[in-house]
C-alpha cells in the first residue's frame, strides 16, 4: 500500500519560514494537499492540488510537490499558525494521509 | 456554505456495530460532483481514511477496514452513512465526515463535520 511520510515535529522562530515535507514514491507523479488541524478542531484545507489556496486561506502558504516530496512553506510564521499539519495523496482509489507533523512556533 | 454534522451513539459496546450519520446542509448530495467521506482520527493519531460513497452509490473504502464497513447514501434526506461492524477498543476515535471534491487525480476534503467521539467500551 501507498505511504506518506512526514517529520514528526517542526520548529520555527515567529516570521521566519516554515518548511513541512511529505515524502512518498513518485509522490510528485500526483496531486498532493495540505491539511492544518489546531487542538480539538477539525482539519482545514490549506493546500490542494500541490500548489492552490482554497479562498480564505493567507497567502503566506504556498506548496510544491516534485520527485519524491510535497513541501508545504509557510511564509512570515505566525504564532496562529501553531498546528499539526496533515499531507494527503490520492492512490488507485485510495486515500492516504501522510502521519502527521506538529509545527511549534518559537 | 456547505456543513456537515455527524451524529450516533458515543458509545459502543465491542463485538457490536457503530453507526453514525452525517447531515448535508448548504449542498445536495443528490447533485454530484462530490464524493461524501468518512475519516477518523484515534486519540493523539493521526487521521485514518475509511471510505466514502458518491450519490449513485459508488463507494470506496479503506482496505485495511473493507471487510467491516458499509457505507450508504440517502439523497432522500440529504445524508450519508458509516456502519463499522465487530468493533473493539482499537476502533475508539473520533469520526468526521467530509466532503471529497476531485478532479482526474486529485481528491482532497473541502468541507469537514465537527467530529464525534465513538469510544468502544462494556
Known amino acids: 500500500s501507498y505511504e506518506l511520510t512526514q517529520p514528526p515535529s517542526v520548529s520555527v522562530s515567529p516570521g521566519q519560514t516554515a518548511s513541512i515535507t511529505c515524502s512518498g514514491d513518485k509522490l510528485g507523479d500526483k496531486y498532493a494537499c495540505w491539511y492544518q488541524q489546531k487542538p480539538g478542531q477539525s482539519p482545514i484545507l490549506v493546500i490542494y492540488?500541490?500548489?492552490k489556496r482554497p479562498s480564505g486561506i493567507p497567502e503566506r502558504f504556498s506548496g510544491s510537490n516534485s520527485g519524491n516530496t510535497a513541501t508545504l512553506t509557510i511564509s512570515g510564521t505566525q504564532a496562529m499558525d501553531e498546528a499539526d499539519y496533515y499531507c494527503?495523496?490520492?492512490?488507485?482509489?485510495?486515500?492516504?494521509f501522510g502521519g502527521g507533523t506538529k509545527l511549534t512556533v518559537l | 456554505q456547505v456543513q456537515l454534522q455527524e451524529s450516533g451513539p458515543g458509545l459502543v459496546k465491542p463485538s457490536q456495530t457503530l453507526s453514525l450519520t452525517c447531515t448535508v446542509s448548504g449542498g445536495s448530495i443528490s447533485g454530484g460532483g462530490y464524493y461524501w467521506s468518512w475519516i477518523r482520527q484515534h486519540p493523539g493519531k493521526g487521521l485514518e481514511w475509511i471510505g466514502y460513497?458518491?450519490?449513485?452509490?459508488?463507494?470506496y473504502c479503506n482496505p485495511s477496514l473493507k471487510s467491516r464497513v458499509t457505507i450508504s447514501v440517502d439523497t432522500s434526506r440529504n445524508q450519508f452513512s458509516l456502519k463499522l461492524s465487530s468493533v473493539t477498543a482499537a476502533d475508539t476515535a473520533v469520526f468526521y465526515c467530509?466532503?471529497?471534491?476531485?478532479?482526474?487525480?486529485?481528491?482532497?476534503?473541502?468541507?469537514w463535520g465537527q467530529g464525534t467521539l465513538v469510544t468502544v467500551s462494556s
Open positions: 467530509a466532503r471529497a471534491d476531485y478532479d482526474e487525480s486529485s481528491h482532497y476534503f473541502d468541507y
Open positions: 460513497i458518491y450519490s449513485s452509490g459508488t463507494t
Open positions: 494527503q495523496a490520492w492512490d488507485t482509489r485510495t486515500v492516504v
Open positions: 492540488q500541490n500548489n
